[in-house]
């Protein structure tokens, strides 16, 4: 099965900073990598797909990049509602599906 | 509107059953490929079970031969009937549908139901 391994697992920032997150898979799975945004008490909801294409409705200061094993998930200018757990997933191949463990971005 | 509306959630002792339902509206189930995904407290994502449009099913490691997805085409539901439940089952479970794009991504989910294993 393939691992995928999110860094950091959390981090504090302010509004307006640039992050990155990264997440990376124990084998190849080319482009097939998405990301996603969770609040407290609600589902995921889904920020980039393939690796770098924007979810329709989500903000442009999401952006998403890589390929092979190594992905970024950069949010360009931190806004207050952007404070919540990120979570990568993989879907290459036949399953099981596997997500990273999570990156919790709270306020500094 | 799409729309996924999970039920069936509830307290259960270990070795019970439960199965859980999705509604779905907006679109049709059987010509997507639809998952459940589980979220323990305080814990992160994990996917369980996904059915294909031509009816093939796969799971994870940790239900495989205790859980079941399957659907009800004239309904428009998909399902999940689980056996054996363990205390470790103890979570939220999500459906979600798969985006029939390049990355797969689940691009809808429901709001989830708690299902709590416990004596």
């Known amino acids: 099965d393939i691992q995928m391994t999110q860094s950091p697992s959390s981090l504090s920032a302010s509004v307006g900073d640039r992050v990155t997150i990264t997440c990376r898979a124990s084998q190849s799975i080319t482009s097939y990598l998405n990301w996603y945004q969770q609040k407290p008490g609600k589902a995921p909801n889904l920020l980039i797909y393939a690796a770098s294409s924007l979810q329709s409705g989500v903000p442009s200061r999401f952006s998403g990049s890589g390929s092979g094993t190594d992905f970024t998930l950069t949010i360009s200018s931190l806004q207050p509602e952007d404070f919540a757990t990120y979570y990568c997933q993989q879907s290459y191949s036949t399953p099981p599906y596997t997500f990273g463990q999570g990156t919790k971005l709270e306020i500094k | 509107e799409v729309q996924l509306v999970e039920s069936g959630g509830g307290l259960v002792q270990p070795g019970g059953s439960l199965r859980l339902s999705c509604a779905a509206s907006?679109?049709?189930?059987?010509?997507?490929?639809m998952s459940w995904v589980r979220q323990a407290p305080g814990k992160g994502l994990e996917w369980v079970s996904v059915?294909?449009?031509?009816?093939?099913?796969y799971y994870a490691d940790s239900v495989k031969g205790r859980f079941t997805i399957s659907r009800d085409n004239s309904k428009n539901t998909l399902y999940l009937q689980m056996n054996s439940l363990r205390t470790e089952d103890t979570a939220v479970y999500y459906c979600a549908r798969e985006a029939r794009v390049r990355g797969a991504p689940f691009d809808y989910w429901g709001q989830g139901t708690l299902v709590t294993v416990s004596s």
């Open positions: 059915i294909y449009t031509g009816g093939s099913t």
């Open positions: 907006g679109f049709t189930v059987s010509i997507n490929y």
